[in-house]
């Protein structure tokens, strides 16, 4: 048998007796005892706690608390684990080379017929991830460490909007994949206050002697969210915007993330919305023009006013090319 597949034995042994020499584990598994020795301390510094009892009644065993946890995964453990990795692996996971050594230990240890049968769950299991996503394996390592480190980092980000990057310090405090992007929350040092990036448009990445200590309680989620949905503690910014419109049109339009958390009423024709000014005039119009006729503002008359002058700026705008 292998290393890994010995070791693996002795810790069955140990886990299903009560205490084993050295002697008893060379012979059960045919090895020298020597070799137990190393495949012990192996085993030691992994971070399982054997203990060693010398004396004639001495040998190895395992705390109580350590026999009573399960070794092994059952079938549907493994099944979602592998289906896990699916999802983790198309959003651009950074540690895709640990998590398919992960696996490749899960199927070593797994019998032919569970294996096939969780090949059989996969089979009809996918997810799809955009088009044209850069790989972002070293930024979002760097940045993961970081975070877990307390290092500040220094990078080179351009926005959206502009056509030069800048440099920033930055203290990362989390990282988040939301609608297909990664985003890292953290302190920045040119604002002076907490902010988001897109990580894909970093444009270079490196340490900082800089060091921080990340907020308590800080949710980099909570944070993003804050700043993308209306804040129901500020009701005198907020808008009432009412929609009607075909069913399916309106459940897609209440599931979208913008509208869904600002959804107040819904009956099958109409949707009742509350949105902040800003939103209605940067972002609503844009959203609400991809389901073409099959919805109609009814309320509020900015909004519907905002609609007629983008669409007649793209009418413009296409006239003209």
Known sequence: MSKADNMLSILWLLKTRRRMTAKQIAEKLEIH?????????????????????AGHDGGYKLPEHFRDAPLFFD?????????????????????????????????RHANQEQ???????LSGFEVIRGPGRRGLVSELQQI??????????????????????????????????????WYVVGFCHLRGEIRSFRVDRIRSLTGDDGVFERPASFSARQFLLHNLLPDPGSSETLVTVIVRGKWEAL?????HWLFGHALVERTEEEARFSLQKEA????VPYF??????????????????RMIEVAERLLEHYRID
């Open 288 to 305: 609400l023009f991809g389901y073409g006729r099959a919805i109609q503002v009814l309320e509020p008359q900015v909004l519907k006013e």
């Open 115 to 121: 294996w096939d049968e969780i090949n059989r769950h």
């Open 144 to 181: 993961e460490q970081s975070v877990a480190d307390g290092r500040t980092l220094k990078m080179e980000y351009q926005t959206g909007h502009e056509s030069i990057s800048k440099t920033r310090k930055m203290d990362p405090y989390g990282l988040i994949h939301w609608k297909g992007n």
């Open 251 to 255: 459940n897609e339009l209440c599931d």
């Open 75 to 107: 079938l549907e453990e493994q099944k979602a684990l592998a289906q896990a990795a699916v999802f983790a692996q198309e959003a651009g996971y950074p540690y895709g080379a640990e998590l398919d050594r992960a696996l490749t230990k899960l199927q």
């Open 33 to 53: 005892i020597r070799t137990v020795y190393r495949y012990i301390d192996g085993l030691c510094a992994s971070g399982v706690p054997i203990e060693a009892e």
């Open 280 to 283: 209605i005039q940067n972002m």
